[in-house]
């Protein structure tokens, strides 16, 4: 009886990790290969390491960034573009890039 329970255990485990792989992948929007991605209104926290490096446009405007560093977004080493609007009077203020991350302001 162990047997079977270890098996629907190991097959749940792995179903929901497929659940969590296919939502990462499917959060941002893709707008052309592998350049220009919308990630808008999704209740990001941080960048998705489901982007590729070749990115150059990013949208993540009505996310939140609790906090931006140098490092936040230097593995998008092609990024031109960034908006990262926020609402106004919601707890969030509008992060520019500091301009040692690669992105011009």
Same mark, same amino acid.
């Given at each position: 009886m162990a047997l079977p329970v270890s098996c629907l255990l190991v097959a749940m485990l792995f179903s929901a990790s497929c659940k969590a792989t296919t939502f990462s992948d499917q959060t941002c929007t893709e707008k052309?290969?592998?350049?220009?991605?919308?990630?808008?209104?999704?209740? &990001?926290?941080? /960048?998705?390491? %489901?982007?590729?490096?070749?990115?150059?446009?990013?949208?993540?405007?009505?996310?939140? &960034?609790?906090? /931006?560093q140098? %490092?936040?977004f230097c593995r998008l080493t092609n990024l031109i573009f960034l908006d990262l609007t926020s609402p106004c009077g919601q707890g969030q203020e509008t992060h520019a890039p500091d301009g040692k991350s690669g992105v011009e302001r």
């Open positions: 052309e290969a592998n350049k220009t991605y919308n990630c808008e209104n999704l209740g &990001l926290r941080e /960048i998705p390491d %489901t982007l590729p490096n070749t990115t150059e446009f990013l949208e993540f405007s009505f996310n939140f &960034l609790p906090a /931006i140098n %490092t936040t």
